[in-house]
T-cell receptor
Framework: NAGVTQTPKFRVLKTGQSMTLLCAQD?????MYWYRQDPGMGLRLIHY???????AKGEVPDGYNVSRLKKQNFLLGLESAAPSQTSVYFC???????????????FGDGTRLSIL | AQSVTQLGSHVSVSEGALVLLRCNYS??????LFWYVQYPNQGLQLLLK??????LVKGINGFEAEFKKSETSFHLTKPSAHMSDAAEYFC????????????FGTGTRLTIIP
């Protein structure tokens, strides 16, 4: 019963390096989300996707790119990492279809990313 | 634009005492309201949600919350705290357009005193 799986769990990068965070869900959910969690700021939406092949910007999209080539996967990329991107990143998914809206989001366990 | 305010970033209660975590929201349309819990080194889990209908919502682990439109509040309560309730709690609000509009509060860390 995997749910939402994020890889890697931890990563340390140097400023300017690039990396991709992977999120996979096995619940056949249409919607997927990437958040960042910083102390005292709650969760802020970076990008989201309402279905395979679609992506959209959230509240704090700058410096990040995403792709949703397969329904079950949602990738978050940092092209040139900056210290301000040091954070805990969470992926989530939810079933949103037709009249079923505002369904609970299912979260992964997070990726702790440090940019030196 | 919708927003959420959680009063008190840290709350401590004794084991067996009442838990009260406060959440106030603003929304231009009837809101959907959620409480999520986050245990250390884990993602968020849904505690309960309010959509329409009964204003007193019961969730998991003995928690409940009451939607009060006149006070724009959705406070979370539990009659008797347990050590396992120690976690961070997030209130969130969404308008009726869907989860892409979900806005989280800044969280309240609950500590249980033995």
């Amino acid at each position: 019963n995997a749910g939402v799986t994020q890889t890697p769990k931890f990563r340390v990068l140097k400023t300017g390096q690039s990396m991709t965070l992977l999120c996979a869900q096995d619940m056949n959910h249409e919607y997927m989300y990437w958040y960042r969690q910083d102390p005292g700021m709650g969760l802020r939406l970076i990008h989201y996707s309402v279905g395979e092949g679609t992506t959209a910007k959230g509240e704090v999209p700058d410096g990040y790119n995403v792709s949703r080539l397969k329904k079950q996967n949602f990738l978050l990329g940092l092209e040139s990492a900056a210290p301000s991107q040091t954070s805990v990143y969470f992926c989530a998914s939810s079933y949103e279809k037709g009249v079923f809206r505002n369904q609970p989001q299912h979260f992964g366990d997070g990726t702790r990313l440090s940019i030196l | 634009a919708q927003s959420v305010t959680q009063l008190g970033s840290h709350v401590s209660v004794s084991e067996g005492a009442l838990v009260l975590l406060r959440c106030n929201y603003s929304s231009s349309v009837p809101p959907y309201l959620f409480w999520y819990v986050q245990y250390p080194n884990q993602g968020l889990q849904l505690l309960l949600k309010y959509t329409t209908g009964a204003t007193l919502v019961k969730g998991i682990n003995g928690f409940e919350a009451e939607f009060k439109k006149s006070e724009t509040s959705f406070h979370l309560t539990k009659p008797s705290a347990h050590m396992s309730d120690a976690a961070e709690y997030f209130c969130a609000v969404s308008d009726n357009f869907g989860n892409e509009k979900l806005t989280f509060g800044t969280g309240t860390r609950l500590t249980i005193i033995p």
